[in-house]
T-cell receptor, first 114, second 111 residues
Framework: EAGVAQSPRYKIIEKRQSVAFWCNPISGHATLYWYQQILGQGPKLLIQ????????DSQLPKDRFSAERLKGVDSTLKIQPAKLEDSAVYLC????????????FGPGTRLTVL | RKEVEQDPGPFNVPEGATVAFNCTYSNSASQSFFWYRQDCRKEPKLLMSVYSSGNEDGRFTAQLNRASQYISLLIRDSKLSDSATYLCVVNMGNAGNMLTFGGGTRLMVKP
């Protein structure tokens, strides 16, 4: 079974630039999550989708971050404009059901903002 | 106070040692609990769930104390391959049953 796919794997940008990340969850997984993991910390949930609807985005900095999952499968996360403190690994995860305890994570996108 | 708190370590232990990690959580309404493992520069993966009665999976034992809002993970007979960061994860029971991750405890097993 194919795992969660993410691209790009690495991205380096300058502050105030824009960047987008893409995620393709495991086939059949209705719930998709985006996490931000800063070096030395645990993952922090940014947004959770159930199919193409947002379940929770309370920790998403909406002035600069946006995410969508238009057809209930792939998802994109965008940052515009980026700040230095956005440097982190952005992890996408999926689970078969909402609240399903086993979340399967993709390899992440490592973002460096200079 | 953080919602899920762990000692960041690192814990440096020799092969064959027994090591224990602790985790506390702030929300008494939390419903379910897990340990995830994250290797260096890799994604987190589920290690085991934590049940009220305690549970064991080979060399790994997880315990939950709801009264003290405390979770533990015990690793017996440590192997070099156990070197990783162990993340304590709690379903806070909020809408969406989202998982909240602790900061992780780093374990380094030495020959």
């Amino acid at each position: 079974e194919a795992g969660v796919a993410q691209s790009p794997r690495y991205k380096i940008i300058e502050k105030r630039q824009s960047v987008a990340f893409w995620c393709n969850p495991i086939s059949g997984h209705a719930t998709l999550y985006w996490y931000q993991q800063i070096l030395g910390q645990g993952p922090k949930l940014l947004i959770q989708f159930q199919n193409n609807g947002v379940v929770d985005d309370s920790q998403l900095p909406k002035d600069r971050f946006s995410a969508e999952r238009l057809k209930g499968v792939d998802s994109t996360l965008k940052i515009q404009p980026a700040k230095l403190e956005d440097s982190a690994v952005y992890l996408c995860a999926s689970s078969f059901v909402q609240g399903g305890h086993e979340q399967f994570f993709g390899p992440g996108t490592r973002l460096t903002v200079l | 106070r953080k919602e899920v708190e762990q000692d960041p370590g690192p814990f440096n232990v020799p092969e064959g040692a027994t090591v224990a990690f602790n985790c506390t959580y702030s929300n008494s309404a939390s419903q379910s609990f897990f340990w995830y493992r994250q290797d260096c520069r890799k994604e987190p993966k589920l290690l085991m769930s934590v049940y009220s009665s305690g549970n064991e999976d080979g060399r790994f034992t997880a315990q939950l104390n709801r009264a003290s809002q405390y979770i533990s993970l015990l690793i017996r007979d440590s192997k070099l391959s156990d070197s990783a960061t162990y993340l304590c994860v709690v379903n806070m029971g909020n809408a969406g049953n989202m998982l909240t991750f602790g900061g992780g405890t780093r374990l380094m097993v030495k020959p």
